[in-house]
């Protein structure tokens, strides 16, 4: 157990719609990252936050938003979804996201878009 | 902008057998590097990483890996598996300035699943 938690742990729902998935990093951790895992991309990282601010962006759809919260917890919002959205995302955490800290993933969000 | 080629979609092994899992990377400025390695149904947890100093790195449950600069390569290495390290196993790097817009990013590969066979 990584001590990063990720709510809900499957989500089915229908092209057009919008959801949003929750992380909760460990205990003390400041910096949270999004990741997608899909079998035709691959692990893709798609931004960053650090103490409530964005920190760094990867290939992001402008259709994706996400927050961090000043209780640190972050929600990554995804709309107009499409069946290409179906994947697997993580949510990992680190002490203050430097570079060369751990990163600590928790253990997904499946979704499954229909 | 880094990238990340693991030469190995899939490893099949014996169990008690060496294996090495290669990675090569490219970057146009200096990187940290890592192995995570994922489990069925799991996240990410990690392996080893190399930030500097010695180019030989050891990791948890008997991994090691060698950072070769001149080849641009991370491989990952244990000299005996055992049925529990089936997983799949992602080399990642992340650039190594403190600041810029890619911060904190680990760009991964495409992973390498290794199978291990009683």
């Known amino acids: 157990d990584s001590g990063v938690t990720q709510t809900p742990k499957h989500l089915i729902t229908a092209t057009g719609q919008r959801v949003t998935l929750r992380c909760s990093p460990r205990?003390?951790?400041?910096?949270v990252y999004w990741y997608q895992q899909s079998l035709d991309q691959g692990l893709q990282f798609l931004i960053q936050?650090?103490?409530?601010?964005?920190?760094a962006k990867g290939n992001i759809l402008e259709r994706f938003s996400a927050q961090q919260f000043p209780d640190l917890h972050s929600e990554l919002n995804l709309s107009s979804l499409e069946l290409g959205d179906s994947a697997l995302y993580f949510c990992?955490?680190?002490?203050?996201?430097?570079?060369?800290?751990?990163?600590?993933f928790g253990p997904g969000t499946r979704l499954t878009v229909l | 902008a880094q990238s990340v080629t693991q030469l190995d979609s899939q490893v099949p092994v014996f169990e008690e057998a060496p294996v090495e899992l290669r990675c090569n990377y490219s970057?146009?400025?200096?990187?940290?590097l890592f192995w995570y390695v994922q489990y069925p149904n799991q996240g990410l947890q990690l392996l080893l990483k190399?930030?500097?100093?010695?180019?030989l790195v050891k990791g948890i449950n008997g991994f090691e890996a060698e950072f070769n600069k001149s080849q641009t390569s991370f491989h990952l290495r244990k000299p005996s598996v055992h049925i529990s390290d089936t997983a799949e196993y992602f080399c990642?790097?992340?650039?190594?300035?403190?600041?810029?817009?890619?911060?904190?990013?680990?760009?991964f590969g495409q992973g390498t699943i290794l199978t291990v066979h009683p």
């Open positions: 936050y650090y103490n409530g601010e964005e920190r």
């Open positions: 205990s003390g951790d400041l910096s």
């Open positions: 970057s146009s400025v200096s990187v940290y």
């Open positions: 990642a790097v992340s650039p190594a300035d403190a600041g810029g817009t890619s911060y904190g990013k680990l760009t």
């Open positions: 990992a955490s680190s002490v203050v996201g430097l570079p060369y800290n751990e990163q600590f």
């Open positions: 190399y930030l500097s100093g010695s180019t």
